[in-house]
Protein backbone atom coordinates (compact mmCIF):
# COMPACT_ATOMS: atom_id res chain seq x y z
CA UNK A 1 0.00 0.00 0.00
CA UNK A 2 0.99 3.28 -0.71
CA UNK A 3 0.36 6.73 1.00
CA UNK A 4 0.10 9.89 -0.57
CA UNK A 5 -0.32 13.43 0.61
CA UNK A 6 -0.92 16.70 -1.82
CA UNK A 7 -0.26 19.92 -1.17
CA UNK A 8 0.19 22.88 -3.31
CA UNK A 9 -3.73 23.81 -4.20
CA UNK A 10 -5.47 27.29 -3.58
CA UNK A 11 -7.11 30.44 -5.83
CA UNK A 12 -5.18 31.95 -8.37
CA UNK A 13 -6.01 33.92 -11.20
CA UNK A 14 -6.48 33.04 -15.08
CA UNK A 15 -3.36 33.22 -16.38
CA UNK A 16 -1.15 32.20 -13.28
CA UNK A 17 0.79 28.95 -11.72
CA UNK A 18 0.37 27.00 -9.35
CA UNK A 19 2.38 23.99 -8.24
CA UNK A 20 0.92 21.20 -6.68
CA UNK A 21 3.10 18.19 -4.73
CA UNK A 22 2.34 15.07 -4.01
CA UNK A 23 4.48 13.23 -1.43
CA UNK A 24 4.43 9.29 -1.43
CA UNK A 25 4.82 6.81 1.36
CA UNK A 26 4.84 3.42 2.27
CA UNK A 27 5.46 0.43 -0.47
CA UNK A 28 7.00 3.12 -3.15
CA UNK A 29 9.17 0.38 -4.73
CA UNK A 30 6.28 -0.94 -5.84
CA UNK A 31 4.67 2.00 -7.42
CA UNK A 32 5.17 1.38 -11.27
CA UNK A 33 2.57 4.70 -12.59
CA UNK A 34 1.88 7.76 -10.41
CA UNK A 35 -1.21 10.31 -12.29
CA UNK A 36 -2.67 13.26 -11.37
CA UNK A 37 -6.25 13.20 -11.64
CA UNK A 38 -8.79 15.95 -11.52
CA UNK A 39 -12.51 16.17 -11.01
CA UNK A 40 -15.28 18.47 -10.57
CA UNK A 41 -18.50 18.29 -8.98
CA UNK A 42 -21.14 15.94 -11.01
CA UNK A 43 -18.35 14.59 -13.50
CA UNK A 44 -16.06 11.53 -13.07
CA UNK A 45 -12.75 11.60 -12.12
CA UNK A 46 -10.08 12.55 -14.96
CA UNK A 47 -6.39 11.68 -15.92
CA UNK A 48 -4.83 14.83 -16.34
CA UNK A 49 -0.78 13.72 -16.16
CA UNK A 50 1.10 10.59 -15.94
CA UNK A 51 4.53 9.55 -15.72
CA UNK A 52 5.65 6.11 -15.44
CA UNK A 53 8.63 4.40 -12.91
CA UNK A 54 10.87 4.81 -15.76
CA UNK A 55 10.34 8.52 -16.62
CA UNK A 56 7.39 8.50 -19.44
CA UNK A 57 5.25 11.07 -19.35
CA UNK A 58 1.69 11.58 -20.70
CA UNK A 59 -0.98 14.40 -20.46
CA UNK A 60 -4.76 15.01 -21.51
CA UNK A 61 -4.73 17.27 -24.39
CA UNK A 62 -6.40 20.16 -22.51
CA UNK A 63 -3.60 20.85 -20.73
CA UNK A 64 -0.72 19.40 -22.69
CA UNK A 65 1.63 22.71 -23.17
CA UNK A 66 0.70 24.30 -19.55
CA UNK A 67 0.99 21.13 -17.13
CA UNK A 68 4.37 19.64 -16.80
CA UNK A 69 4.35 16.06 -14.77
CA UNK A 70 8.21 15.87 -12.83
CA UNK A 71 9.34 14.03 -9.63
CA UNK A 72 11.83 13.43 -7.19
CA UNK A 73 12.94 10.56 -6.23
CA UNK A 74 15.04 11.29 -3.22
CA UNK A 75 12.39 12.87 -1.78
CA UNK A 76 9.39 10.54 -2.61
CA UNK A 77 7.35 13.70 -4.33
CA UNK A 78 5.42 14.23 -7.83
CA UNK A 79 4.65 17.38 -9.18
CA UNK A 80 2.26 18.85 -11.16
CA UNK A 81 3.60 22.42 -12.51
CA UNK A 82 0.25 24.19 -13.54
CA UNK A 83 0.68 27.28 -15.79
CA UNK A 84 -1.48 29.41 -17.88
CA UNK A 85 -4.04 28.15 -15.68
CA UNK A 86 -7.90 28.78 -17.41
CA UNK A 87 -11.18 28.95 -15.56
CA UNK A 88 -11.83 25.57 -16.85
CA UNK A 89 -8.92 24.01 -14.90
CA UNK A 90 -11.00 24.62 -11.68
CA UNK A 91 -11.25 21.62 -10.03
CA UNK A 92 -10.07 19.03 -7.15
CA UNK A 93 -6.98 17.65 -8.07
CA UNK A 94 -5.88 14.32 -6.92
CA UNK A 95 -2.79 12.12 -6.83
CA UNK A 96 -2.95 8.87 -7.39
CA UNK A 97 0.11 6.13 -7.33
CA UNK A 98 -0.70 2.33 -9.74
CA UNK A 99 1.45 -0.91 -8.11
CA UNK A 100 1.00 -4.52 -8.43
CA UNK A 101 -1.82 -4.59 -5.76
CA UNK A 102 -3.84 -1.80 -7.65
CA UNK A 103 -4.28 1.75 -7.13
CA UNK A 104 -3.92 4.27 -4.08
CA UNK A 105 -5.50 7.71 -3.89
CA UNK A 106 -4.24 11.11 -1.87
CA UNK A 107 -7.13 13.10 -0.39
CA UNK A 108 -7.13 15.73 -2.84
CA UNK A 109 -6.35 19.44 -3.10
CA UNK A 110 -8.76 21.71 -4.36
CA UNK A 111 -7.23 24.42 -7.68
CA UNK A 112 -9.86 27.52 -8.09
CA UNK A 113 -8.76 29.52 -11.29
CA UNK A 114 -10.85 32.62 -11.00
CA UNK A 115 -11.07 36.33 -10.98
Known amino acids: QVQLVESGGGLVQPGGSLRLSCVAS????????MDWYRQTPGSQRDLVAR???????NYADSVKGRFTISEDNAKNTVYLQMNSLKPEDTAFYYC?????????WGQGTQVTVSS
Open 51 to 57: ITADGNT
Open 96 to 104: SAAHMKGRD
Open 26 to 33: GSISSIKV
